[in-house]
């Protein structure tokens, strides 16, 4: 059985870096419904595709399963520019049957609205020093690389995960200062909008919380936290985690998973999927 969301809300999945989870997000996707999904930026990482990114079949597989939801549901998907995929600006705005690409977009919940932004244009630092958001991304890239292998040598000895870029985010005081500053910026255009919440991402800490009277909630990332905004039938929204969803389920979950992929009767999907390591 799936579960069945109104709304499903993803962010900064930077595909094309070798840090991001293509095959999580595939699989949490595909254990769930939705009347709407919004990918609420940096999904593609243009930054690191134009220097050192590459871009696997697993990366094409996440569309694949988004062009197929498209083609086989009426899940209404909504795609919102990030900094990393600003080439993006090129083809906003773009609506073709229900799917659509926008800067911004309005969401309406049991009669109370919600502006929904990827965040970065409320952050000067990507906006106005461009140069210097490239060379912090160089450093949290670098973090990353260094995370991964410092994790591998913590699983060898059966130490848990153990993140080294939020220790360091929530250590240095400046970064702290920053999110506090971004949260009340977002709320403050949120209430400008006569909206009672805002959805964003770009910081890469979920949330969800009431800031200044607004209802604040960040979808996280798909690079660590592995997280996402969700909101329930009857309105209620709440942040799921990958890993902590994950345990909830049967061990043999992924099997299930692959018996439902050769019930569809997709050969095609399914030799994806595989040549993916997805299946």
């Known amino acids: 059985m799936k579960t069945h969301y109104r709304t499903i809300v993803l962010s900064d999945l930077h595909l ?19 009347d709407t999904l919004i990918l609420n930026g940096d999904i593609i990482d243009g930054w690191q595709l134009a220097k050192s990114g590459k871009w696997k079949k697993k990366h094409t597989a996440f569309f694949r399963l988004i062009m197929k939801w498209l083609s086989s549901t009426e899940t209404r998907i909504i795609y919102l520019r990030g900094n990393h995929d600003d ?12 799917f659509s690409i ?10 109370k609205k919600y502006y929904v932004v990827h965040g970065d244009i409320f952050d000067s630092v990507t906006t106005q020093l461009k140069w210097i958001a490239k060379l912090g991304d160089v450093g949290y890239t670098f973090l990353l690389w260094l995370n991964r292998h410092y994790n591998r040598y913590r699983t060898r000895r059966g130490l848990p995960y153990y993140s080294l870029s939020q220790v360091v985010k ?24 006569k909206c009672e919440g805002v959805i964003c991402g770009h910081i890469h800490q979920p949330a969800n919380k ?3 009277g607004i209802h604040y909630l960040n979808s996280g990332d798909w690079v660590e936290t592995l997280s996402a905004v ?25 099997e299930e998973d692959t018996l439902a992929a050769v019930d569809s009767g997709s050969e095609e999907w399914i030799q994806e999927l595989q040549t993916a390591q997805i299946l």
Do not use: M, Q
């Open 87 to 98: 080439f993006l600006d090129e083809v906003l705005p773009l609506e073709i049957g229900n």
């Open 170 to 193: 929530n250590k240095v005081k400046k970064a702290v200062s920053f999110v506090t500053d971004f949260e009340s910026t977002l709320c403050s255009v949120a209430r400008a909008e």
């Open 210 to 212: 009431a800031v200044d």
């Open 230 to 254: 969700v909101e329930t039938p009857d309105g209620a929204w709440k942040v799921v985690h990958y890993h902590d969803w994950l345990g909830e389920r049967a061990e043999d979950e992924l």
């Open 16 to 34: 094309g870096i070798s840090n991001a989870h293509p095959r999580e997000v595939i699989h949490f996707l595909r254990r769930h419904t939705c």
């Open 102 to 111: 926008v800067r911004s977009h309005i969401h309406e919940s049991f009669g």
